[in-house]
């Protein structure tokens, strides 16, 4: 009788323990639909999937790399910026989205219905699986062909620098290594860090995603997003400076928030649709 009174009570507490693990795993699914999640990532789902499966990003990639190969031979022969010229010439490019795809870290965020936070990104720059950008390597490996060093100026955090170098280095980029990279130590403003590079090198050419991977006069977009800005510097588009496309995230995003990124998701999701012209 004991022992029937002790199997009962071990099955009750074994289905109350099956059952509440259901319910907290129905509990998350529904959370991970909710509305909030969805206004906090949905956005995102068209900027990554453009990015990861738009045949046209491929295609852009290749195209950019090439005209940064076209410019490199102008720029080599012409030295464009002006400078002493007994110095070896270089080519300062950012990381991120520019010669490294990160877009695996933004669809895992759009998944588990997070926003970027500093953990999950260092999470995934340890896991070392970036892989490079369509025609990146090529042009890389031109530079190097051509004895022009290249320079990774990025805002990855400077005590992520192993991991960079290794993930770099296991992606066959050249010059990946610690005196070619220029990560962040103190600030995102890459100017000094362009200016440390300059003093022994003539740089002809600039890669990046965001116009601060070329100069700090495009941090601050101002009420027209940065518009005018780039007018009066649109000569160095396509001769000095190459950009890419970033959908998912960047300078351009901060300026629809006016530079405020602890705006409540419904808030900022508001902000996004204010800012379209209709
Ligand atoms: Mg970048």
């Given at each position: 009788?004991k022992?029937?009174?002790?199997?009962?009570?071990?099955t009750?507490?074994?289905?109350?323990?099956?059952?509440?693990?259901k319910e907290e795993?129905?509990?998350?699914?529904?959370?991970?639909?909710?509305?909030?999640?969805?206004?906090?990532?949905?956005?995102?789902?068209?900027?990554?999937?453009?990015?990861?499966?738009?045949?046209?990003?491929?295609?852009?990639?290749?195209?950019?790399?090439?005209?940064?190969?076209?410019?490199?031979?102008?720029?080599?022969?012409?030295?464009?910026?002006?400078?002493?010229?007994?110095?070896p010439?270089?080519?300062?490019?950012?990381?991120?989205?520019?010669?490294?795809?990160?877009?695996?870290?933004?669809?895992?965020?759009?998944?588990?219905?997070?926003?970027?936070?500093?953990?999950?990104?260092?999470?995934?720059?340890?896991?070392?699986?970036?892989?490079?950008?369509?025609?990146?390597?090529?042009?890389?490996?031109?530079?190097?062909?051509?004895?022009?060093?290249?320079?990774?100026?990025?805002?990855?955090?400077?005590?992520?620098?192993?991991?960079?170098?290794?993930?770099?280095?296991?992606?066959?980029?050249?010059?990946?290594?610690?005196?070619?990279?220029?990560?962040?130590?103190?600030?995102?403003?890459?100017?000094?860090r362009?200016?440390?590079?300059?003093?022994?090198?003539?740089?002809?050419?600039?890669?990046?995603?965001?116009?601060?991977?070329?100069d700090?006069?495009?941090?601050?977009?101002?009420?027209?997003?940065?518009?005018?800005?780039?007018?009066?510097?649109?000569?160095?588009?396509?001769?000095?400076?190459?950009?890419?496309?970033?959908?998912?995230?960047?300078?351009?995003?901060?300026?629809?928030?006016?530079?405020?990124?602890?705006?409540?998701?419904?808030?900022?999701?508001?902000?996004?649709?204010?800012?379209?012209?209709?």
């Amino acid at each position: 009788m004991k022992n029937i009174l002790i199997l009962s009570i071990a099955t009750f507490l074994f289905l109350t323990s099956c059952c509440k693990e259901k319910e907290e795993k129905v509990e998350k699914i529904i959370i991970n639909n909710s509305a909030d999640t969805l206004l906090k990532s949905e956005h995102l789902v068209m900027a990554t999937l453009w990015f990861q499966k738009s045949a046209e990003m491929q295609a852009i990639y290749y195209q950019n790399f090439k005209f940064a190969k076209m410019m490199l031979d102008e720029n080599f022969k012409k030295d464009r910026f002006k400078i002493k010229k007994t110095k070896p010439k270089a080519v300062i490019t950012d990381i991120d989205e520019t010669i490294l795809d990160n877009s695996p870290y933004n669809a895992g965020l759009i998944e588990k219905g997070e926003s970027y936070n500093k953990e999950s990104w260092a999470a995934w720059v340890n896991e070392k699986r970036a892989e490079a950008l369509p025609g990146a390597l090529d042009f890389c490996n031109y530079a190097k062909e051509k004895g022009i060093e290249i320079f990774y100026v990025s805002n990855r955090s400077a005590d992520r620098i192993d991991a960079t170098v290794e993930n770099m280095v296991n992606e066959g980029f050249p010059f990946a290594d610690k005196e070619h990279m220029y990560l962040k130590a103190e600030t995102s403003n890459k100017t000094d860090r362009r200016n440390n590079i300059l003093e022994n090198y003539d740089v002809i050419l600039l890669l990046g995603d965001n116009l601060r991977d070329f100069d700090e006069i495009f941090g601050n977009r101002g009420e027209d997003f940065g518009f005018n800005i780039v007018d009066k510097n649109k000569d160095k588009f396509g001769t000095n400076f190459i950009v890419f496309p970033n959908p998912i995230y960047g300078e351009w995003e901060k300026a629809v928030y006016k530079g405020d990124f602890s705006i409540s998701d419904e808030g900022k999701r508001k902000m996004r649709v204010d800012a379209l012209d209709k």
